[in-house]
C-alpha cells in the first residue's frame, strides 16, 4: 500500500490548480473524521478522500474514468480504485457507492464545497459555524450553485442518516484542519 506522500505526489502530478488540492485536503479531514466516527481505518479513509479527484485537475471530461489508471500508478488495489470512483455515481460513473466508506464519500464532496464556500463568507470562517448556518446558504440556491444539494442527501439516504449530524461532523472536521485547507 502507497503512502500520503506518494498519494500526494500523485493528485499534484495531476492537479496544478490549489483550490483542487485545498479541496482535496477538505475531502481527506472529513473522510478521517468519518471513519474515527464509524471504527474503521482512519488513514485508509483519508486517502481515498484524497485521491477521490485525482484525474479531475487534467482530465475533467474523463473524471471518475480516467482514474483508474492513474491510481494504478501508485499500486492501488482494485478496492481502492472502485472506491474513487464510487463518489461520482449518476454523475460521471455508474458504480454506485456499496460499503459504508463509499456512501460517506458520496456525500462528503458536495457538502465540503458548500462548507467551504459558506466559510468564505464569514469573518470568522470556521470558528462558529453551526449546522444552522450551513442550512440557510443551502437553502439560498443562487450560493455555491455548483454544489448539488440533491446529490448531498440522496447519499444521507444512503447512509441512513439526517443532513445535520453529517454536515456537523463535516464542519467539525475542516475546522479541525482549517490551516490546512486554507481557512
Known amino acids: 500500500m502507497f503512502d500520503r ?14 483550490a483542487l488540492i485545498l479541496h482535496a485536503y477538505c475531502v481527506e479531514e472529513t473522510m478521517k473524521k468519518f471513519a474515527a466516527h464509524f471504527g474503521e481505518d482512519e488513514t485508509y479513509w483519508s486517502l481515498v478522500g484524497l485521491l477521490h479527484d485525482v ?16 491510481l494504478e500508478e501508485i499500486g492501488a488495489e482494485p478496492a481502492f480504485i472502485r472506491s474513487v470512483c ?5 454523475i460521471c460513473s ?8 463509499e456512501k460517506v464519500l458520496f456525500t462528503i464532496d458536495e457538502l465540503t464545497g458548500l462548507i467551504y464556500a459558506t466559510a468564505l463568507m ?16 443551502w437553502s439560498s440556491k443562487g450560493f455555491a450553485a455548483g454544489v448539488n444539494r440533491d446529490i448531498i442527501t440522496e447519499g444521507a439516504t444512503m447512509l441512513d442518516m439526517e443532513i ?6 463535516t464542519i467539525d472536521a475542516m475546522r479541525e484542519a482549517q490551516d490546512k485547507i486554507g481557512l
Open 5 to 18: 506522500d506518494e498519494a500526494l505526489q500523485l493528485l499534484k502530478k495531476y492537479n496544478k490548480n490549489e
Open 55 to 70: 484525474d479531475y485537475g487534467s482530465f475533467p471530461e474523463e473524471h471518475c474514468s480516467k482514474a483508474p489508471s492513474l
Open 86 to 90: 464510487s463518489h461520482g455515481f449518476g
Open 94 to 101: 455508474d458504480i454506485k457507492p456499496e460499503n459504508i466508506m
Open 122 to 137: 464569514r469573518p470568522e470562517h470556521m470558528q462558529g459555524m453551526s449546522v444552522k448556518s450551513v442550512k440557510k446558504k
Open 164 to 169: 445535520a449530524p453529517i454536515i456537523q461532523m
